[in-house]
């Protein structure tokens, strides 16, 4: 049941991805597809700019065969990750591997005009600073703290995003960068890339972010779920088993929220980087309330994790990782909870991406979307041929 | 996004389904795959006796071409559905479509060899009065009760299934049909007969069976999601928001737990029938009953509509469908505690397959299998051949 299957150009990329250049027979030897496939899909990959020529094999007589190689500085992607506080401007290679970064501040309640174009003149000086021509982006990915649909890139609803509710985010950004651009969920792509640079053979992984707001990224069958309408992973909203009154999980266990309990304890204002502050120095009521909240989202993850058994569970975003007394009382109600056929094989762990898991993942997201355009474009474009 | 993919022989055969006959060449111009590829998977349908060849097309000069088509009743396939009491054995043809069932009493706690003999015994029956020939036989579905390893057919670690565990269900049924023989737990191929009955456009499908247990089949991205040990779906022993104590979701919901509780109201023996028949009648503590296990559930589903999003929830099961109070139980919490967003297009319905939805998805699950085990196979023979 685990043998690879190459059944799109995207596989077939993922066998080049290795960096070895092969010719067309080599690929036809090693993935058992007929030629013509093998021609068409390459010639689509090489249209993309994904692989390149690299020379030619020896010849036993005759032309000499071409070898195409993946170069992932080929081109580049630009990935935007904006939060409800800061953002971040990154440039990868094919890969998804960042090259370059900024960091900046941004209130991503000022409304989708000026944090676009925030971004968008940070990712302008990115490339002149790197010298990068904008003509080698293959697309743009970009991440917001709320639903959207992705098939259009517009938000939806989004509760902490005022005036950017059915914004078309590709199209505004298209006038700067006319390329794709794909967009997603904050934690989606967060999940994406936590799972390429850690969890590359997991195909059924739970990413739960705990910063300013809560919200999860569910990988199930190796492929990112979405859900109906783009609104998967939001466990924020639902209210917390054997909590205390009618409180969602953010009103209970966010950072504001943790911070806020601190802050009536205290007749003090503290805000979610005092929290780290105190927990940092064993301040015992900070740990307490970091460790309550990490109970609260284990009460919640323990239904996910019942519900869909992954093998999995990774705790990122600020809170996630720098306090570790939230991803403690995660685990010790999922273990206590759950049932033992799920959680028997179950890791629970801290987020290893980084800063630039987002970036990473708003890249893969993009060349995802390039290679499974491929096979429809290579099915209309055949097609239309036949149909002439 | 809609445009339908062609990328494997399952996508060549679906197109087939339609039983219309077509030479290589048309669905060369159909599928806008390329005409050695057609040829290959249409050589792995035909040798599975998935389409069989139908005459020849008008020649331009030279050998006609031959037509091919797909004939649901070329072969059929057993679909077994275990229950906790009662089993339904069937026989379908290539479309899933049941032709011929066989329901009776069992107690699954009998064990392996004494269940699985009598469903055998009833499949021979069923084959005998219809004077089917046992060669004909594609392949055996089968659901049980409880948590599967799909990969092996095992169960594990059945809560209600004793003698069971680890035990190699297809390597036993084999001995009498030496077939390719496909285990799940019965609620997910309830869920893909339902799906393929009622919902065939929904990718993404909640189906709750609520009867002597209660458990979730998940349908994302179009797909049956099975989680990393199987286990995916298991609702039954997560514990209710809301609810009282420490009780899980089926000591609190089942037919069982609500017989119980009436019971010790009215110091009677109640059994599930009972129940069915008081609320029948409109005894109102039998209503109100129903109605307070339908909001539990709905504590549960409010949680996995905002995890998963889905479109469609479809509540099935015995007392799912026999107990409107139920599935109003579910409503009213659903779209009290779930986001707006997750609600908006949301349908929670009773599910439609009737008593023949498991034998259905046991024969779909049994398609799909040989279906993918084409590309699979496909692919070792061309890499097999190339490496001689």
Known sequence: MTTTQVVGAGDLFQVLRDGRPRTRAELVQETGLARTTVVVWMNALADLGLITPAGTAASSGGRPPSRFVFDPHAQFILGIDLGATHGTIGLTDLDGKVIARHHEQLDIAAGPTMILDQALDAASNLLKARATDPGLILGVGIGVPGPVEHSTGRPIRPPIMPGWDGF?????VRRQFDVPVLVDNDVNILALGERATAWPD??????????????AGIVAGGVLQRGAQGAAGDIGHVQVPHG????????????PAIARELSERFDAHLDAGDLVDRIRIGDPHAVEAAREAGRSIGEVAAICVSMLNPSTVVVGGRLGVEV????AGVREVVYRRSIPLATQHLSIVPAQGGVDAGVRG????????????????DRLATTNQSQR
Chains 1, 2 share one sequence.
């Open 168 to 172: 078309d985010i590709p199209n505004y």
């Open 244 to 255: 205390r009154g009618e409180d969602d999980l953010e009103a209970t266990a966010s950072g």
């Open 202 to 215: 997991v195909d059924d992984l739970l990413f739960i972010k705990v910063s300013t707001g809560i919200g």
């Open 362 to 377: 708003a890249a893969l997201m993009v060349i995802e979307d390039q290679l499974s355009a491929i096979a429809i474009d």
């Open 324 to 327: 570790q007394e939230i991803i």
